[in-house]
């Protein structure tokens, strides 16, 4: 593993708020030469190096509120700014701009941040693929040795699914970066093993979750042992993804969830879905038109296909990830542009399932609003340049061939993805830039402004999911 950064002496930022034109001198200094900003988390210590900018473009004076963390400048960083402003008499005060910093308690480690994927991602990167395929199939023996225990013991179980996932995520993103530099064919050979152990490793979790596994507690487990932003997102949304789809199979295998749904769907749902299909009589708006096929449970080999998406589901987040740290740097290019990446290299260079790679690439696309973002919406286009008339007749498919032959607005997956990637991105325990949200609290925005204002995520699968938040988390928070 890699060694731990040395602690570097820091000034806490206070002298920042004292006088409106240092305060103003400072701050341009500091955005100008991308100064970043050390945020300690004031209960657990965790350190985490942040672009100032990001943080100043969401809340300007973030350094006053009152919230989860401190922030900081490293000793360099002040040398530098007191160099920048030797010449400029009246706004240089040293003693003023380290006042404070005997207040500071010893953090702990800085995390490294390799491309916002953590420590762990420079021993998984040096890693030959036959070291990570091996890697993969102890973690998954691991899992396997959890699952025969009679009776299991939770935290051992805990520990391990969380240390699985994680790798799981690491070992694929790093091996998807070194195919990438290969021919198509000469990649997917590569990557083949990889493709078979990490399938083993998503039978194995959904095994294991399938057992109400999933709770607080290991989500807690996961922040805790897991670094960098994105690898704690993509597992986060992994492990809770297959919860989801256990706790929906349980529930419409019960003849009465579907009736409920039925009795309700015309006063609670029907208005939503005639927007998506204005062509169809309102009256014909049934949960039939909704859902291609009927309302139905998930298959396990479909099951363990959309898990392994849900995995991978970020894969093409490589570089320049900070976009999602706050709407100042958002680059919708760049944003775009992960979903394109992942959906390209899982298609081109390695033998995933086409379910997985259609979930990486369908899972931003809001029905189609503005907001959204993805390949089948550019694809739909030129369908319909092609075919005029051509009109889709269902909301949401669980099969390919309908969203491939463009009779569905959506893959079945990917609108469940979309949830679980919004709620967990207001949640992130780790988000320096915004308070996180409460469960409640997320659900409450989520449906005012994914549903009620805009109709971006589906009203159905958002009332199945607060029902699975509120029993998993909300009683148990």
């Known amino acids: 593993m890699p060694d731990k950064q040395p602690i570097t002496p820091l000034s806490k930022v206070l002298s920042l708020t004292d006088k409106a034109g240092i305060n103003k001198t400072y701050i341009d200094i500091i955005i100008e030469e991308d100064i970043p900003i050390v945020c300690i988390n004031k209960s657990t210590k965790k350190r985490r190096l942040m672009p100032f900018k990001v943080l100043y473009g969401n809340t300007e004076n973030f350094w006053r509120q009152s919230g989860s963390w401190d922030y900081f400048l490293e000793e360099e960083s002040v040398e530098k700014l007191r160099e920048k402003t030797k010449d400029k008499p009246g706004v240089w005060e040293y003693e003023r701009l380290k006042a404070g910093s005997e207040d ?47 009776p299991k013991q ?40 990889l493709v078979d152990s990490t399938h083993e490793i998503v039978k194995s979790t959904a095994n294991l979750i399938k057992e109400d596994l999933f709770n607080n507690d290991l989500m807690n487990t996961l922040v805790e042992k897991s670094n960098g932003t994105i690898v704690q997102h993509m597992t986060r949304v992994y492990l809770n993804g297959i919860s989801f789809l256990a706790y929906y199979n349980k529930l419409v295998s019960r003849s009465s969830a579907i009736q409920k749904l039925r009795i ?22 049934i949960l039939e038109r909704v859902f291609f096929g009927g309302m139905r449970a998930i298959q396990p080999d479909l ?61 931003h696309e809001y029905y189609g609003d503005p907001d959204g973002y993805g390949y089948f919406r550019a694809y739909l286009q030129q369908y319909k340049k092609q075919n005029p008339d051509a009109k889709q007749d269902y909301v949401v498919t669980f099969e390919l061939e309908p969203i491939m032959d463009y009779q569905a607005l959506a893959y079945f997956p990917a609108k469940v993805l979309e949830i679980i990637d919004v709620y967990d991105s207001v949640t992130d325990p780790n988000r320096v830039y915004r308070k996180p949200l409460t469960p409640e609290e997320a659900l409450a925005m989520m449906r005012q402004e994914f549903i009620e204002k805009k109709l971006k995520i589906d009203p159905i699968l958002f009332d199945i999911f607060d029902a699975y938040t509120r029993e998993k988390y909300v009683k148990k928070s």
Do not use: C
């Not at 939770?154 to 690491?170: G, N, P, R, S, Y």
């Not at 070992?171 to 083949?192: C, F, H, P």
């Not at 991978?312 to 570089?319: E, L, R, T």
């Open 264 to 285: 309700s769907f015309s006063a609670k749902y029907r208005n939503f879905y005639h927007t998506l299909l204005p062509h169809i009589d309102i009256d014909d708006i």
């Open 303 to 363: 099951f363990h296909k959309w898990a392994v998406g849900f995995l991978i589901h970020d894969i093409g987040k490589a570089a320049a990830v900070e976009y999602h740290e706050g709407e100042s740097s958002y680059n919708r290019n760049i944003v775009i542009d992960h979903v394109k990446q992942g959906y390209k290299s899982i298609m081109a260079k390695t033998n995933y399932p086409i379910e997985a790679s259609l979930i990486t690439g369908y899972h």
């Open 154 to 193: 939770v935290a051992a179980a805990t520990e391990v699914l969380v240390d699985a996932a994680k790798d799981a995520a690491l070992i694929n993103q790093t091996a998807l970066e070194e195919a990438m530099r290969l021919g198509d064919d000469e990649a997917k050979k590569l990557t083949q093993d």
């Open 104 to 150: 500071a308690e010893e953090p702990g480690e800085l995390e490294e941040i390799e491309e916002g994927f953590g420590k762990d991602y420079k021993t998984f990167s040096s890693m030959t693929i036959v070291e990570k395929v091996d890697f993969l199939n102890k973690n998954n023996k691991k899992l396997n040795d959890i699952i025969s225990q009679k």
